[in-house]
């Protein structure tokens, strides 16, 4: 044990040296030529030991901890972002939430979604596109409510009443003044 602390100043390394260097001896005992040398020869074993042990790739306890802490924060993200997502949800009137429970809820095609309402299939589709900003605009602002406005542009007046009869030149505007 004396030889294996030399090597380390870590007491299980120097066992785990010791118990190694010792197993090794034992299975190589045939080797040894001279046995006056005994002492010399289990010094160089003890030493190939140590330096096997300090060559093996050990895993970074630090890496390790830090990826579990890198899942549990996902998990906490993921959860948080559900509740926003509910939260935002429970903002939307009846008419929006019905939309979203037949999209993704039933996994209604827009199509089926138009013959279901008995409304047109584009304004469906106009409907769902401004739902789904309206939803990523909400998410992005965090907890703040939705504020309906009374404003042309504001897609959350267009969702509410239905789409205008002029959203394509609304959208033709926009695009002319960016």
């Not at 001279?34 to 010094?43: C, F, P």
């Not at 789904?132 to 406005?149: N, T």
């Amino acid at each position: 044990m004396r030889m294996a602390y030399r090597y380390c100043k870590n007491p299980s390394e120097a066992e785990d040296i010791a118990q190694d260097a010792l197993l090794r001896a034992w299975r190589r005992r045939s080797t040894l030529r001279d046995g006056s040398r005994r002492k010399e020869w289990l010094a160089t074993i003890v030493r190939n030991e140590a330096f096997r042990l300090h060559a093996r790739v050990r895993p970074d306890p630090v890496a390790t901890l830090e990826t579990q802490e890198g899942a549990e924060d996902e998990q906490i993200i993921s959860t948080v972002e559900r509740a926003d997502l509910h939260a935002a949800l429970s903002r939307l009137d009846e008419r929006e939430r019905e939309l979203v429970q037949l999209r993704y809820s039933e996994d209604l095609t827009q199509q089926a979604i138009a013959r279901r309402l008995c409304i047109p299939d584009g304004t469906v589709k106009v409907r769902l596109h401004r739902l789904r900003h309206k939803l990523r605009r909400a998410m992005a602002e965090g907890k703040q409510p939705l504020r309906r406005s009374a404003s042309r542009g504001d897609p959350a007046h267009l969702i509410s009443r239905g789409p205008r009869p002029d959203v394509g030149d609304e959208h033709r505007e926009e695009q002319v003044g960016q």
